[in-house]
């Protein structure tokens, strides 16, 4: 099959279609020309289907959306880390499988034992270094800063732990 040759009513329309800002693949289905024709065309004309500028609104766009989605999650692993550290000093009922015949035995305490006060502490941490990754604080966006602070804050809930543990014996 030979290829259909130009003609110069076909450059005209390209031109014009061009200039109304019809796109390549619409120009290329109004003429029943293939795409690549008409860009040889356009090339012909010094004209080009750059969407430069349209490209970047899009784009500039959908990264603020995501800057906002990211705020909204970061804000809500807050929200959870605040949650689960509320959790350390609360009341709370515990309950396991006891005795010979392994019944259900529920026990009441004035705060959860200190094996599921670390682990809330690690959820609450996990929630944190999470929030931070995905919405850096200002001023302290630094990873070692970071580890630094909930380091100390460990160590200050460790020893407040420990010290109340002192209270319970006397």
């Known amino acids: 099959m030979v290829a259909r040759p130009i003609t110069e009513k076909e450059r005209g329309q390209v031109k014009a279609l061009h200039a109304e800002g019809m796109s390549r693949n619409d120009i290329a289905r109004k003429l029943k020309r293939s795409p690549s024709t008409v860009s040889k065309i356009a090339a012909d004309l010094n004209l080009t289907f750059e969407r430069g500028p349209e490209v970047v609104a899009a784009t500039e766009a959908r990264r603020i959306d995501l800057a906002a989605r990211r705020q909204a999650l970061a804000e809500t692993l807050h ?52 929030s931070l990754r995905l919405q850096p604080a200002e001023g302290g966006a630094d ?24 209270d319970d014996d006397g």
């Open 143 to 166: 990873a070692g800063q970071v580890r630094s602070m909930l380091g100390t804050l460990g160590e200050v809930l460790v020893q407040a732990a420990a010290d109340d543990g002192d």
């Open 79 to 130: 929200q959870d880390a605040e949650q689960l550290r509320a959790q350390l000093w609360e009341p709370c009922e515990i309950g396991e499988f006891a005795g010979r015949e392994g019944e259900w035995q529920t026990a009441y305490l004035p705060r959860p034992r200190f094996t599921d006060q670390r682990q809330i502490m690690s959820a609450t941490a996990t929630a944190i270094q999470q």
